[in-house]
C-alpha cells in the first residue's frame, strides 16, 4: 500500500488521468440523465398536442 | 432504444480510452513499443494537446458545415424545423470554437510565450469568431420568425465559404508559430508531422470520439429548441 502511495506520488501524471477520467464520467452521466429528460418532456407535449 | 445505448456506449469507452492514451502514455525518444509516443522537437510533452485541441476546432468546423447544410435545406423547403437544426449546429460551433481558442492560448503561453501571439492561426480564428459572433446578433435582431430564419441561412451559406480558408489554407501558406505553418520544418498536414501510426491512430480515435460527442449535443440543443418553441406558441 505504502508501495503504491509512493509510486502515485512520484507519478503524478496518474491522478490527473484519475481526476479526468472521473469528470468525463460525471459529463457523460450528466449527458444520459439530461437527453433522458428531454426524451420525457418530449412524450408530455407530444400528449399534450393530441 | 437499444442502438441509443450502444453509440453512447462506444462514445464512453472510445473517449475514456483517449483520455488513458492522451495523458498517460509516455512520449520518449525512441519508441518501442505500441503506447509509446515519439518526441517532436520544440514540443516535447505539450505535443499532447492534440488529442484535445484539435478536435474542438474539428467539431466547429463540422458543426458550421451542418448550420450550412440545414441553411440551404430550410431555404428549398421553408421549415421552420431546418432552422432550429440549424441553430443548435452554430451555437454548439460557436462554444467549440471559443474552446479551441482558449485552449490553444494557454497552450500558446507555455509554448511561444504569451497568451496571444496574433499568429495567422489566432488571427484566423479570431475572424471566424467574428463572422459567427455577428450571425447571433443578426438572430437577436429580428423579431418574425420566418425572415430570420432566412436571413440566417444565407448568413449561414455565406460564411461557410470563409470557414475552409481560415481553418485550413491561410494558417496554411503563411509562415508563423502554430504547428503546420508554411515555415515549420515539419510541415505538411499537421495530422502528419512527425507523429508515429499509434500516435496517428488516437488521434482519429480521438476526432470519432468527439464527433459522436458533438452529434449528442447537438441533438440535445435540437431537441430543446423544438420544445421551447412549441411551449411559447402554445401560451402565448
Known sequence: MNGLFEFFEQNSIYIVLAITLIIWTGIFLFLLSTDKRLKEIEKEIKEMEQ | MKIDYFWKGILFLLMSFVIIAGIAFPIVA??????????????????????????TAWIAVIAFLMAMVYGIQYLRKGDLDNDAKSLAALQIGMMFTILATITGSVWAKFTWGAFWHWDPRETSIFILLLIYGSLFALRSAVENEDKRAKLSAVYSIISFLTVPFFIFIMPRIMTGLHPGS??????GPVVNFKMNGNMQLIFYLSLTAFTILYYWMWSMTYKSIIIKDKLSKKYI
Open chain 2, 182 to 187: 508554411a515555415n515549420d520544418d515539419t510541415s
Open chain 2, 30 to 55: 525512441q519508441p518501442s513499443t505500441w503506447y509509446e509516443f515519439p518526441l517532436i522537437p520544440g514540443l516535447e510533452e505539450k505535443a499532447k494537446i492534440i488529442f484535445f485541441h484539435v478536435p
